[in-house]
């Protein structure tokens, strides 16, 4: 790739990376800014990490955006790792700065932003986490430090996964934690009970948006069901929880609050959300 002259390159990367809108996003934000800079999705496959790593680093770039799978493996690769997402212990966010790579957790500022406005009505209440991935630990680091949260289930088919989540929050309300394989035939009682479910798994994730992370989850009136995943905004997962009652929160809040963070992390500026949130329904409303 040829850097045009004054063009400062941003990236993000996982595999599979074709369902990210996060060049939309930033180039929209840059374009508003009369920044001259582009960023573009790069399919690394976990092999290839260090080596990508070490060619962003080569060619200058300013920062990249960080998904799965890589938000964990990582880590390792990273010269400085920011306080917060040393706790979480998962980074979506790279800034390259005097030959150093520096890693940050957005997706906490993210999922909380999303959350504020309905904290009143989920404060103290049960949640259950669908997932044991980075997404899953920004998730549970968020409830632990900033929600009364009375139960938090951890339901993954991974119990290994999990246990190695509630292991690395130990000492941080660690008792409010619990495992759970959604297969397990009680399950749908606990999650039929919870106040707050979350999937923070890929399912239903374009182009595969007839996936749900369990079968026929038992929604009820009265609940809160967000998914992580933003597009499509309305997955099967939400349509299911709405089709009962349930109030239905997409990941696109949460899209968009983490990438303006990491925007403001890379350039010092601030995004211009409103804008970004104008472009991005445009496009989904358009595959919708």
């Known amino acids: ?13 996982g595999h599979p990376i074709g369902h990210s809108l996060s060049p939309l996003m930033h180039n929209t934000a840059f374009e508003a800014l009369g920044l001259s800079a582009s960023m573009s999705a ?7 990490l260090k080596e990508a790593l070490q060619g962003f680093m080569t060619m200058e770039f300013g920062g990249i955006n960080v998904t799965i799978p890589h938000k964990e493996s990582i880590i390792p690769l990273l010269d400085v790792i920011d306080e917060e997402a040393s706790i979480i212990g998962s980074v979506n966010t790279v800034k390259f700065q005097d030959r150093r790579t ?10 909380l932003q999303t959350l504020e406005p309905i904290r009143s009505s989920i404060d103290g209440g049960k949640f259950v986490v669908l997932g044991s991935g980075g997404a899953a630990r920004a998730v549970v680091y968020v409830l632990l430090k900033h929600f009364r949260t009375s139960q938090i289930v951890i339901a993954s088919r991974s119990i290994s996964r999990v246990n190695d989540l509630i292991e690395h929050f130990k000492g941080s309300n660690q008792t409010k934690l619990s495992p759970f394989d959604p297969s397990n035939p009680q399950f749908a009682r606990i999650f039929e009970a919870s106040d707050v479910v979350i999937n923070a798994t ?7 948006t007839n996936e749900m992370p369990m079968p026929n989850p038992p929604f009820r009136a009265g609940q809160t069901a ?10 099967q997962f939400l349509q299911r929880a709405s089709h009962v009652g349930a109030r239905i929160i997409s990941g696109l809040e949460m899209f968009i609050h983490q990438g303006a963070r990491a925007f403001e ?13 104008e472009i991005i329904s445009r496009k989904l409303e358009q595959e919708a």
Do not use: C
């Open 226 to 235: 967000m998914d992580l995943i933003y597009r499509p905004v309305r997955t």
């Open 102 to 111: 520096l890693g940050f957790n957005t997706d906490a500022f993210g999922f």
């Open 265 to 277: 992390i890379w350039t010092g500026l601030a995004m211009d959300t409103q804008l970004v949130h």
């Open 202 to 208: 890929p399912a239903g994730m374009f182009p595969k």
């Open 1 to 13: 790739m040829n850097q045009p002259s004054g063009l400062k390159l941003y990236g993000v990367i």
């Open 42 to 48: 790069f399919d690394i496959e976990p092999q290839s």
